[in-house]
T-cell receptor, first 118, second 108 residues
Framework: EVQLVESGGALIQPGGSLRLSCIAS????????MNWVRQAPGKGLEWISH????????QYADSVKGRFTISRDNAKKSVDLHMTGLRVEDTAVYYC???WGYGSFDYWGQGTVVTVSS | SYVLTQPPSVSVAPGKSAKISCGGN??????VHWYQQKPGQAPVLVVY???DRPSGIPERFSGSNSGNTATLTISRVEAGDEADYYC????????????FGTGTKVTV
């Protein structure tokens, strides 16, 4: 059974840093591209970052470019999101999701909550 | 970047059909995917590549894509279909390759 489990969400002050992690199981992790998607309270889905199976290239939404960094460790079957310079508007549920086929996201984690507030 | 527009809400009676539109420039040239999201839960893929269903998704969910509009149709709607629905495309040539629609709340 495919599983994605996120962790690392927290309440953090503006300007702070946080690292989210997503641990995968049930599939050949190093064969799949991975993504982070977020959802602000009461809002829609926003794709924020993508990483190829090899680790490069990486892509980011404009809203996080230069502040967030995606990485993966295929040996540990994990994909991380290192977030710096956090802003109030980064408050959201953060999901990791597996890419499949022509750009669909076929499996999602349960999400981890990041709250940026003073 | 590419923009996908959905109606904010659709209301449907049980047993009837619901159609959710997703508008985008020449969207017929792209592979469109659809997700269902119930409150407090992660999204679930219900249609991929315009018309295909993942295993376990009922045949009541179907998709189409033509011109500037893709459509998700839910036939014989049940109370359990009440959820938010998002369309999604892969804009492969873009620096912002993954785009979600604005979302549609389906009320049964």
């Amino acid at each position: 059974e495919v599983q994605l489990v996120e962790s690392g969400g927290a309440l953090i002050q503006p300007g702070g840093s946080l690292r989210l992690s997503c641990i995968a199981s049930g599939f050949t992790f190093n064969s799949f591209e991975m993504n982070w998607v977020r959802q602000a309270p009461g809002k829609g889905l926003e794709w924020i970052s993508h990483i190829r199976s090899s680790g490069d290239p990486k892509q980011y939404a404009d809203s996080v470019k230069g502040r967030f960094t995606i990485s993966r460790d295929n040996a540990k079957k994990s994909v991380d999101l290192h977030m710096t310079g956090l802003r109030v508007e980064d408050t959201a549920v953060y999901y990791c999701a597996r890419s499949w086929g022509y750009g669909s996201f076929d499996y999602w984690g349960q999400g981890t909550v990041v709250t940026v507030s003073s | 970047s590419y923009v996908l527009t959905q109606p904010p809400s659709v209301s449907v009676a049980p047993g009837k059909s619901a159609k959710i539109s997703c508008g985008g420039n020449n969207i017929e040239r792209k592979n469109v995917h659809w997700y269902q999201q119930k409150p407090g839960q992660a999204p679930v893929l219900v249609v991929y590549d315009d018309t295909d269903r993942p295993s376990g998704i009922p045949e009541r969910f179907s998709g189409s894509n033509s011109g500037n509009t893709a459509t998700l149709t839910i036939s014989r709607v049940e109370a359990g279909d009440e959820a938010d629905y998002y369309c999604h495309v892969w804009d492969s040539g873009s620096d912002h390759p993954y785009v979600f629609g604005t979302g549609t709340k389906v009320t049964v």
